[in-house]
């Protein structure tokens, strides 16, 4: 099973490449993470998965993928489970996950315990405690009671089967089966009336209908976790795609513009300061090169854009450090957006507007008046 729902991606959006249930056409596309969909059925001992699959971008590690796993639908032949495992399987199309994925993992169909630490989401809850990796549980002290033995293990699992409240831990109702913590119960009583289900696996709310346009599917009320946002829910196939939540854009954002020249000729990205000093960190270095053109130090690759707006998806390759070893410097056009690749996987991006050149018996200068955005 692990191994199956490792096959597909998908994303909710609107510029991506539809490939129908064409395998090869969506594997072309892994190479860059250019966003694109497509539908899979597998088979496996009579078993049947559909996932729905999109590739969203860059993963959050350089050379990955970012890509978001769906399983539409699960079938299992008739008497091959039990009651409560096929219940269980029928809530699989309420989960999903956001994975951070190498293109080799996505198109060998195989992700392996290590892969799914860099997954987030309901279903990524569900195939962490099923693996090695992901159910290794904390060791409980002999001292502990019972009830206590029973709490811990309902905060780990949601979906514990009941009959009756009293078959639930302290503090929770059997609802409809399943043992669920009173907070929990109002967020569920909140959810179903906002048109959504109750994933009693996950514990978070799902939120799914019929519609003819995005409109049509009603927008999630309930609260994200902190530093998280909604994405709203889209109609994909006359059915909402259920919401989900995403990392909030990163706090530490920064823009502007900047002048370099001498001897403020070193820029950091990440804390939009300038430097006169090689010493301190930085990833732009304006060279007093006595050319026509500057000369700009760090890690960076020139593009075709002519406006920082128009680059969005960095290059993933070209970038003069990577091919030389060492922090290389090379001319610079103006007027074309210039990507940098930082050390720890990120990307900024910044764009020469002019440079004031000139030269004295002490050697020559380029003031340069940039552009800048990070991350992006």
Not at 197 to 218: A, L, N, R, Y
Not at 296 to 320: Q, R, S
Request: proline share 6%; charged share 20%.
């Amino acid at each position: 099973m692990l191994v199956l729902l490792a096959g597909c991606v998908q994303l909710p959006g609107s510029d991506v490449n539809d490939c129908g249930t064409d395998w090869s056409c969506f594997t072309e596309a892994v190479d860059e993470c250019t966003p694109t969909k497509v539908i899979r059925t597998e088979e496996m001992d009579g078993m049947s998965l559909k996932l729905e699959a999109e590739i969203q971008g860059k993963g959050s590690v350089a050379g990955e993928c970012k890509v978001r796993i769906h399983p539409l639908e699960v079938n299992v032949p008739e008497g091959s489970v039990d009651d409560e495992t096929k219940a269980a399987l029928g809530l699989i199309s309420f989960t999903d996950m956001i994975c951070s994925m190498a293109p080799s993992a996505i198109t060998s169909m195989n992700l392996s315990p290590a892969d799914l630490e860099k997954c987030e989401g309901s279903l990524a809850d569900i195939l962490k405690e099923a693996t090695p990796a992901g159910s290794q549980q904390p060791v409980q002290e002999p001292s502990k009671s019972q009830d206590q033995n029973k709490n811990q293990s309902q905060d780990q699992n949601q979906a514990a089967f009941c009959t009756k409240d009293a078959d639930c831990p302290t503090d929770h109702t059997c609802d409809n089966s399943n043992c669920i913590s009173n907070a929990n119960l109002n967020k569920k009583k909140e959810c179903e009336s906002q048109s959504g289900f109750w994933d009693h696996v996950s514990g978070k709310c799902q939120i799914t209908s019929i519609c003819e346009k995005d409109t049509d599917c009603p927008a999630p009320t309930l609260p994200c976790p902190e530093g998280m946002e909604w994405v709203n829910p889209v109609c994909t196939n006359n059915e909402c795609v259920a919401a989900y939540c995403k990392d909030k854009p990163a706090s530490n954002a920064m823009s502007g513009s900047v002048i370099l020249g001498f001897p403020n000729a070193y820029f950091n990205f990440k804390t939009g300061l300038v430097s006169d000093d090689w010493n301190v960190e930085h990833h732009i270095g304006n060279e007093p090169w006595c050319t026509d053109e500057p000369g700009l130090c760090g890690n960076w690759v020139a593009t075709t854009a002519t406006a920082l707006d128009d680059m969005t998806t960095p290059p993933t390759t070209g970038y003069i450090s990577d091919s030389a070893g060492f922090e290389d410097c090379q001319h610079a056009p103006l007027n074309k957006v210039l990507v940098f690749k930082l050390d720890d996987g990120s990307y900024g991006k910044a764009i020469i507007h002019s440079d004031d050149y000139s030269t004295d018996t002490s050697g020559c200068t380029h003031t340069l008046v940039m552009d800048y955005e990070y991350p992006m």
